[in-house]
């Protein structure tokens, strides 16, 4: 798929430099993943083929450690577009984790994701670790949004929620958005907008306590990675950021899909519930 979108190639970037460079960082910044032959498995020799073939047949797949939902009908049967609302004082992580995961997805499936990113007046941001990162778009200019991912920022508990304009655009477009995605504190923004009243979520660790206390009607999980309850999902954040964008590719086109992500990106999946505890709530 052509990316409409010039500064798609962020995350992959940021991941880069994350992996500190090499050849193992210019692999998995080369914008495409390993290799698959038409089962999905990596090429190899034949030996290497067969001993792949007996350890999957000894070794059944367990499945998620989650029930499966149904998607939306209809929703992974079109380009979906993936609306990051970046601020100044975005956190690296929060951002470019999920971002990569949503990137990777246009090389396992068709016709997958478009992903851009959002400032308030479409003018650059600074990340709170200091890179500079140009925004695709304006809150006045953006398309419409599919899914709308709320990355962590260092004022997401406090004077980000006094921005009228931000929290306006947040909730009207949070309303019309078949998911909402918040990483670490930007379950903050999303509960300030009221998108989070009437399902169980999460966020940073450190921070539930205050969490709690600021929104004492919520119903705030503790002890997992994410939790996914109608159509918001929030993260713990940090470097469990990958874990909810990996579920989410799951949940909308399917386990094959996100072992192929997985692959390139390196993560194991499916995960374990040890692993990767989750709640996923059956409504």
Same mark, same amino acid.
């Given at each position: =798929?052509?990316?409409? !979108? ?10 880069? &430099? ?28 034949? *030996? ?27 929703? #992974? ?24 995961? !949503? ?17 308030? =007046? ?19 200019? *953006?398309? *419409? ?5 709320? $990355?962590?920022? +260092? ?10 304009? =931000?929290?306006?655009?947040?909730? +009207? ?9 918040? &990483? ?28 709690? +206390?600021?929104? $004492?009607? &919520? ?26 964008? =990996?579920? &989410? ?20 999946? $499916?995960?374990? *519930?040890?692993?990767?505890? #989750? ?5």
């Amino acid at each position: =798929m052509a990316n409409r !979108f010039p500064h798609a190639r962020i995350g992959n970037l940021f991941f880069c &430099l994350l992996l500190g460079g090499g050849l193992c960082g210019l692999a998995a910044c080369s914008g495409k993943d390993e290799a698959l032959d038409p089962d999905g498995a990596a090429s190899g020799s034949p *030996a290497e083929t067969a001993a792949h073939t007996t350890v999957a047949q000894a070794t059944p797949d367990p499945g998620p450690p989650w029930p499966r939902l149904t998607p939306p009908p209809g929703l #992974a049967e079109r380009s979906l577009a993936i609306g990051f609302l970046i601020v100044d004082g975005v956190y690296n992580t929060e951002l470019t984790a999920p971002f990569d995961i !949503f990137q990777h997805v246009q090389f396992h499936t068709k016709p997958g994701m478009e992903v851009f990113t959002v400032s308030p =007046m479409g003018a650059p941001v600074k990340t709170f670790e200091g890179l500079t990162i140009h925004a695709d778009y304006s809150f006045t200019n *953006a398309p *419409a949004i599919d899914i709308l991912v709320v $990355p962590s920022a +260092e004022h997401s508990m406090d004077t980000d929620l006094d921005n009228e304009a =931000m929290m306006t655009w947040v909730r +009207e477009v949070g309303e019309q958005a078949s998911f909402l995605v918040s &990483l670490c504190d930007g379950a903050f923004v999303l509960a300030h907008a009221g998108l989070l009243d009437d399902v169980a979520s999460t966020t940073f660790p450190g921070d539930q306590d205050r969490y709690a +206390e600021k929104f $004492p009607h &919520l119903d705030l999980r503790r002890g997992v990675s994410f939790v996914h309850d109608g159509k918001a999902l929030t993260s713990q954040g940090g470097a469990r950021s990958f874990d909810v964008a =990996m579920y &989410l590719a799951d949940h909308l086109y399917g386990e094959k899909a996100a072992q192929g992500i997985g692959r390139g990106m390196v993560i194991a999946w $499916p995960p374990t *519930a040890e692993t990767m505890p #989750a709640v996923v709530v059956e409504r």
